[in-house]
């Protein structure tokens, strides 16, 4: 009996998981693909842009944690997600362009699911509370870096603003029900919603960590 009630427990985190990670990459393989659009890109590299902003947090989190092959090459719903997303933000961009800073609000709701949904399954695989927090956090940071690297920015994790913060306060919640005990769903739903609050908080009142005061550029760039 108590098998069998282990044994659904199990499924039902595999399935919360999976959900989570198909729902995280549709909303980063929408902000990548609005990114690339935003940058001009053709068809084909828009796709991978979403392809790789919606998976390579993801990505990261199985291998470091010995989920191998990673979800995303396994199954085809990832790949099907993301390029699904990827086309919709294609040819329809100015349908995505008429919510309020798209790329931005996407953004933070891919960290919110994949902040959980990695920090849920480091928990399925054993890992520790904290390096399941910190697992969480990689996951829902990665997808961003990947996007910014392809399009040559500074990765947003990088910046002033709160990104891996929001994502590690997530990610600690659903460790912290976990060691209550409290139930999957109350905990996941909490770490999600105080993941995106922190991330849209600190957009819109500017919120920020202490900046690097390093020596100023001369004026003028270097010109003669």
């Known amino acids: 009996m108590i098998a069998l009630e282990l044994q659904g427990t199990l499924e039902f985190n595999r399935t919360l998981v999976l959900v989570l990670d198909l729902c995280g990459t549709f909303a980063f393989a929408v902000s990548g693909a609005t990114a690339g659009v935003r940058q001009r890109l053709d068809l084909f590299g828009v796709l991978v842009l979403s392809f790789a902003a919606s998976t390579f947090g993801g990505i ?5 944690i010995g989920a191998t092959p990673p979800a995303a090459f396994q199954d085809w719903r990832y790949l099907a997600v993301a390029m699904a997303a990827g086309m919709i933000a294609f040819y329809w961009s100015t349908l995505v362009e008429r919510l309020r800073n798209p790329v931005r609000m996407l953004d933070a709701v891919g960290l919110a699911f994949f902040a959980v949904a990695g920090t849920q399954k480091a928990l399925v695989f054993g890992l520790s509370p904290v390096m399941a927090a910190l697992m ?37 919640i659903v460790v912290t029900g976990n060691m209550l005990e409290a139930p999957v769903l109350v905990s996941a739903g909490i770490g999600g919603l105080v993941c995106f609050g922190l991330r849209m908080s600190a957009l819109r009142w500017g919120w920020q960590l202490p900046m690097a005061r390093g020596p100023q550029p001369p004026d003028g760039g270097g010109k003669r």
């Open 60 to 64: 990261s989190r199985d291998v470091l």
């Open 136 to 172: 969480g956090m990689l996951t829902g940071i990665g997808g961003g870096m990947a996007r910014d690297i392809l399009l040559a920015q500074v990765p947003a994790v990088l910046r002033a603003d709160l990104y891996a913060v929001a994502a590690l306060a997530g990610a600690v």
